[in-house]
Structures are given as C-alpha cells and as structure tokens.
C-alpha cells in the first residue's frame, strides 16, 4: 500500500514530535551529523531507517494545510538522509516540503534551506548550494534567528570559498562567527574553519596561523580528533610558507600519530607536506617522489585535493619546475 494513504494525521503529528527529540551536534565543518545523547548505533539506525516515514509526515501536513509543521520536520530530520548517504533522496525530500506552499519564513524553514544547501554543495551543484544558502539568510534575517544566521552565513562562505572569492568567504565566515557568539560553542568551530582557511589563501599566513591555532585548541575541546587532523596539517601548510620548517614538521609528526594509516587522503597530505620540507631543506630530488607518491594515492583513490589543499600541489609543483629550469 502506499506510504501516503498509511500516514493516518495522528501518525503525521507523531512523526514530528518525534522529530523534535532528534538534538543534532554540529562537529564538524560539513556537519557531518552526531544526535546528542543518542549516540548509540540502535537509536541513529532506527531514525535513518524511518527517515521515509518523516517525509511522508511532512507531505501528509502539508496537503492538510500544515506547513509550518512540514517545514519543522524538514529543519528536524533532514540529517537523517546524510547518515543514510542519501544526498539525492534527501534533496527530494526537501524539496517537497521547501518548494510547496505559502514559503513562509521562519526559523525552521532557514534551517531547512541550510539542508538542503549543504547536501546540494556535497553534489557540486554549486550555484543551486548558493541559491538555497541565500533564501535560508532572507529567512533568518527575518526571524533573526542566531542559529539560522550563522548556518546561512556559513553556506554562502562555503560556496565563496569553492567560487575561489577567499576575501569574500572570509567576510561571510566573520559574519557566521558573530551570529554564532552566543551559541554552544561547537556552533562556531565550522565558521572558525572557514574563516581560518579563507584568511591562508589570502596569502596572510600570519593571521591563518593564530586562527588555526584557535580551531585545533576549540576542536581539543570538543573532542573532535578528526577536525584536529585536520587543523594540525593546515598549521604544517601555513608554517612552511611562514618559513618555520621545523614546527611545520612537528605539527605533521603529531597529525600522523593521529590519522587512520588507511586514510588515502590523509596519506597524501602528509606526503606532500613532507615533500615540502624536503623542498626547504634542500633534498629537491626526495622532494619530487613524495609529491609524486602524493599525487599517486589521490588518483588511485579517485578523490580531488580540496581547493585550498590543491593549492599546496600546484605550489610545490610550481617551484619545482622553476628550479628544473633555472
């Protein structure tokens, strides 16, 4: 039978009470999604797996005249299809509740644009990421919601960041940060990440290095040890080109304790990072095959260097061949 004529009205309210116990963290820069208080695999593989019941609650309130309670379910829920990997379905979701309807703004209706803005920039769907991140901020401003503020903002400093506008990442990840003041302080470390990696491709190593500083102590707080990594290679990146190759080599030592060996991508960061300072200290030829290796793992793993990460590659590669040349 269908799933729409099952969803009695009282199933539909159900659903989204339900939805309301779902407390999701916001650990990571992606927001990658981790349920406060119900970490355990039972509960977060029960909700996934009911994540169609949700969408079709919100459907069912919609078509009853209940948008505010479709739009609730949608900013609840929408995690849920992350979890499940589920980016396409996820979106479809949305769209159902987001694209239907008088639109009115609210709060949960920003985070819910935010969603969908998020899953859309995991596509590449770039310009869609940019569309939904503009209409969740015209929400929030309205609202003036804090929370909504900071996850707007936060979506279109993304997107400026994959467009390689890093000044105007920057600014928008500044904006995240005041609106994520007040907040749990978890709230802030995606918009800290992004103002930290937008300020080293403008070329201030100077400031990135402080702002990376605070990223990997929030992150040591908050007991994300995939984020710290990840912070303590950036500082080995921005240390190299700030000309302190011996702490550079000091945070990448420390980020190889840390790291999965099994890690493709962490893997060829640490190679590059060490054909860098192989570079800096002279072994040019030492410096070739590990970026070389670096390279090599990426490939055979099918996945793209992160733009501020590529950077990395096309600088070393660049100087290498200058000095091939000279």
């Known amino acids: 039978m269908n799933m729409l004529l099952e969803m009695t009205d009282e199933k539909a309210r159900r659903m989204l009470a339900l939805s309301r116990e779902l ?6 820069s992606q927001g990658t999604p981790i349920i406060k208080g119900q970490a355990t695999s039972q509960l977060i593989e029960q909700a996934v797996q009911e994540r169609e019941s949700c969408a079709t609650a919100a459907r069912v309130l919609l078509g009853k005249g209940e948008e505010e309670g479709a739009v609730e379910i949608a900013s609840n829920a929408w995690r849920l299809w992350i979890l499940a990997r589920d980016l396409s379905g996820g979106r479809a979701f949305l769209a159902s509740v987001l694209d239907n309807g008088e639109k009115k703004p609210s709060r949960a209706r920003s985070l819910a644009l935010y969603g969908d803005a998020l899953l859309a920039f995991r596509q590449g769907k770039i310009e869609e990421s940019r569309q939904r991140s503009q209409a969740a901020l015209d929400a929030a401003l309205v609202v003036n919601d804090q929370e909504a503020l900071t996850l707007a903002y936060l979506g279109l400093s993304r997107v400026a960041f994959a467009d390689g506008d890093y000044d105007h990442s920057l600014a928008l990840a500044v904006k995240a940060r005041d609106s994520a003041r007040d907040l749990d302080r978890a709230m802030g470390q995606a918009p800290l990440f992004l103002h930290a990696s937008a300020t080293r491709l403008t070329g201030d190593y100077e400031q990135a290095a402080a702002l ?49 060996a099994n890690d493709p991508y962490n893997a060829a960061m640490t190679n590059l990072t060490r054909a860098m300072i192989a570079f800096d200290r002279g072994d040019k030829n030492m410096s070739r095959t590990l970026l070389q290796r670096a390279q090599s793992m990426l490939k055979e793993a099918k996945v793209d260097a992160g733009p501020d990460d590529q950077f990395e590659f096309n600088w070393l590669q660049g100087i290498l061949e200058r000095n091939v040349r000279d």
């Open 212 to 260: 990376f500083e605070q990223s990997l102590d929030l992150n040591r707080k908050i007991g994300d040890q995939g984020m710290v990594g990840a912070e303590l290679q950036n500082l080995a990146f921005v240390e190299i080109h700030r000309g302190n190759v011996d702490a550079a080599e000091r945070y990448v030592t420390e980020c190889e304790k840390l790291g999965p």
């Open 23 to 28: 407390h999701w963290a916001f650990p990571t």
